[in-house]
């Protein structure tokens, strides 16, 4: 697809970042307060290494290698 996110980095950083996110408030532990959720952002981003990022970045060229292959359809994940 033209417009895959498959073929933007950003998305699958986010998603790296919400894993983080997520794993800071494991089970029950609702984050209600401003205050709060301001540290659980500050600490997932702390968490996001620039070697994570340059990993999904350099994943682009092997994501649309894939793609091509298959001749633009979208069955080219492992």
């Known amino acids: 697809p033209p ?3 498959d073929f933007n980095p950003i998305e ?19 984050i209600t307060i ?6 659980a952002l500050w600490e997932a981003s702390n968490c ?6 340059n990993q999904e970045i350099s994943r682009v060229l ?3 290698q894939r793609c ?3 001749n633009g359809k979208n069955n080219y994940h492992d």
């Open 3 to 5: 417009n895959s996110p």
């Open 12 to 30: 699958h950083i986010w998603d790296r970042f919400r894993k983080k996110l997520q794993y800071r408030r494991r089970g029950n532990n609702r």
């Open 34 to 39: 401003v205050s709060k959720m301001r540290e």
């Open 48 to 53: 996001l290494t620039v070697e994570e990022i």
């Open 62 to 64: 092997t994501i649309m």
């Open 68 to 70: 091509i292959a298959v």
